[in-house]
């Protein structure tokens, strides 16, 4: 039987196929970056950048991203593209998928969980994502025993499954997970994260599918190596090289009905990772994020899934 509880590589007893489904969400939510700046450094991309940041070219990378989500809603993959407005003192909340976690539990329910963040400065953001989703009719949910977690930065659905993979030891704390799982009523794989420059899961992490899996090994232990391969068919590696230069792996990869349409929204210049999705059958569409990896994000974190 398949535990609600966190699972490290060791006690992997289950394969994909136990697993109940899940419904993905279809739609997307981006904060614009009206207030969008760099003024200190919370990773180690940041070093170097503080004072250096093209802000109307930050809007109009924003704008293409967003016009580019809006475009797959023709596509029957997504069916709606929300904003919700930057606030004024909080220079990084355009980087929406850390100050919450949306979930539908086993009754379809929607609800999500609020996000604990390290810095001072982001903690700042998460009020106004969770007005967002009290509006839509979310039960809102706060951590009562986690002293950090930043949302789906790195807690990732395996794609439709109930199953997450849950990154530690930069910003979220190994710990919350025991805390999510008994909330979420699912199963956790913890994936410790070793390199400084993958400080969330979703900088080297990209789920392809039911069966397959990008990721930078040299993020991860080799027991973080180990248990998604247990959990994966095809397991791919990025190079360390392009997952940092490029951001190749905060790619975003989006999935219409029957997983029949794949679109992956990636930053430019991903090569090797381009070759990769489109061996595994997914439209590549290629966006310039320059100026917001200059603050440690790309795609991915440029947005949030919600029901």
């Not at 930043?150 to 849950?166: F, N, S």
């Amino acid at each position: 039987m398949i535990q609600n509880k966190v699972y490290s590589s060791q006690d992997i007893d289950f394969n994909i196929q136990k697993l109940q489904d899940l419904p993905m969400p279809g739609k997307l939510l981006m904060c614009e970056p009206t207030y969008f700046d760099i003024l200190d450094v919370k990773n180690v991309h940041m070093e170097g950048n503080k004072g250096n940041l093209d802000k109307s070219k930050a809007m109009y990378q924003w704008k293409i991203l967003k016009a580019t989500f809006q475009n797959t809603i023709k596509q029957d993959i997504l069916t709606e593209v929300a904003v919700i407005q930057g606030a004024e003192g909080c220079e990084d909340m355009v980087f929406a998928a850390n100050q919450s976690f949306p979930w539908l539990d086993a009754n379809a329910n929607k609800m999500v969980i609020m996000s604990k963040m390290r810095h001072p400065s982001r903690q700042r953001e998460v009020p106004f994502f969770k007005a967002f989703y009290e509006e839509m009719g979310y039960k809102t949910i706060e951590l009562q025993h986690t002293p950090m977690f930043e949302g789906m930065g790195d807690l990732i659905y395996h794609t439709g499954k109930r199953l997450l993979y849950g990154g530690y030891g930069h910003r979220t704390v190994i710990e919350a997970y025991d805390e999510l799982s008994a909330i979420l009523q699912c199963p956790i794989i913890a994936l410790e994260l070793v390199d400084p420059n993958f400080y969330h899961l979703d900088t080297c992490f990209v789920s392809l599918g039911t069966d397959a899996v990008m990721i930078c090994k040299e993020a991860f232990n080799q027991s973080g190596i180990d248990a998604l391969h247990k959990m994966y068919e095809r397991v791919y590696y990025i190079p360390k090289e392009e997952a940092i230069q490029h951001f190749a792996l905060n790619a975003h990869t989006l999935f219409g009905q029957n997983n029949d349409n794949k679109v992956c929204v990636i930053q430019k210049g991903a090569q090797y990772t381009g070759n990769v999705l489109r061996r595994e059958g997914f439209q590549v569409v290629e966006v310039d994020t320059s100026e917001f990896m200059k603050s440690g994000g790309s795609v991915f974190c440029m947005k949030m899934m919600f029901y």
